[in-house]
């Protein structure tokens, strides 16, 4: 019988370059991000039973699963757990199934452009790494949670959330063909980072239902070799590299100008990036201070955020409350994910 097994691996802002990491942008072209992470968190408990049962549970979703130790667990509608189950327990157990609960929950909705689906699979991956001693390092389990989303499952998606939860930190990732990825963490004075981390306020506009049919065009539109998706991304990914350099200056307001930029461009990418709801906050949060906003993640839904001067931060908080929305300040993180043992 072996120890409970617990991990948690934290959620991210893409503050520039979202989008540069999809293929086939990613092989032709070369792709980079630059991305924050918060204290929210994709947590993964792995328990033993002693009584030839499988159990997948996500707390958040109110889902569950149940079968038996070898039944036929392709018809799990938690198709998370099934897929890192699977592909762990053939890659680092011999293909022996192992009798277990698996829980989860994640401090964010489906949908929230946080990067959650993957910092879970993240949680997941590294859970079983501590449980079955594998030797994967952070580059190891990014890629192995990327291998289980996008090529086991067929999730569509990119790359830079696996990425983000497994190093943790404000990184700038680059992404090249053949799956190359370089994982930069930017060592930022505190100052700097304090005042980034002061300027900016998260809400969630609402669930996304969208995200993954705009990945979809997007990858369509680079597939069949759409200038002006193209040219969108070409710009999306001069932004992550100008938005490095003026964050190491300190610049924030022009990092602010900046981000109105890429959210003009990130909406030139797909139909339904933006949409009446997300219009009408980023408007209303620009009247009321804001000095640049945009969608973290696909778009469509799920989280905004904004940069504000430090000194009006609680007022923008008020106001977006007052319109409805669901709005609080960031806390950033250092560490990426996180397991141990009980």
Request: proline share 3%.
């Amino acid at each position: 019988m072996f120890r409970k097994t617990r991990a948690r691996a934290p959620l991210r802002l893409g503050l520039a370059g979202g989008g540069t990491d999809l293929s086939p942008y990613v092989e032709t072209f070369g792709g980079a991000v630059l991305n924050t992470t918060i204290d929210r968190y994709a947590f993964a408990s792995i328990a033993p039973r002693s009584d030839d049962r499988i159990v997948f549970e996500a707390h958040d979703l109110d889902s569950s699963y149940e079968c038996g130790i070898n039944d036929d667990i392709s018809q799990s509608p938690l198709v998370l757990h099934r897929g890192v189950y699977e592909r762990m327990i053939r890659e680092f157990n011999g293909g022996r199934r192992i009798a277990m609960t698996l829980t989860t929950t994640v401090d964010a909705p489906l949908g929230s452009g946080l990067g959650s689906s993957s910092a879970l699979v993240v949680a997941l991956v590294d859970a079983f790494r501590l449980l079955f001693s594998a030797p994967l390092g952070e580059y190891d389990v990014a890629r192995m949670a990327y291998d289980i989303e996008r090529i086991d499952l067929r999730l569509a998606g990119g790359r830079q959330d696996q990425y983000a939860a497994a190093f943790g930190g404000i990184n700038f990732i680059e992404f090249y063909a053949e799956e190359r990825v370089i994982v930069n963490p930017l060592r930022l004075k505190s100052g700097i980072r304090n005042e980034l981390e002061a300027s900016l306020v998260t809400c969630f506009s609402g669930r996304s239902r969208e995200s993954a049919q705009i990945i979809s065009e997007q990858k369509s539109e680079l597939n069949k070799g759409s200038n002006r998706t193209i040219e969108a991304m070409h710009k999306l990914k001069s932004d992550a590299t100008e938005m490095k350099r003026l964050l190491f200056s300190g610049k924030i307001t022009e990092m602010a100008r900046l981000l109105n930029e890429s959210w003009t461009a990130k909406k030139a990418t797909a139909a339904g990036v933006s949409n009446g709801r997300i219009d009408e906050l980023y408007e209303m949060a620009l009247k009321s201070g804001a000095l640049g906003g945009k969608v973290s993640g696909a778009g469509g839904g799920g989280f905004m955020f904004f940069f504000v001067e430090p000194d009006q931060r609680f007022r923008l908080i008020d106001l977006l409350q007052k319109e409805g929305a669901v709005a609080a300040p960031v806390k950033f993180t250092n560490e990426g994910v996180e397991t141990w043992q009980t």
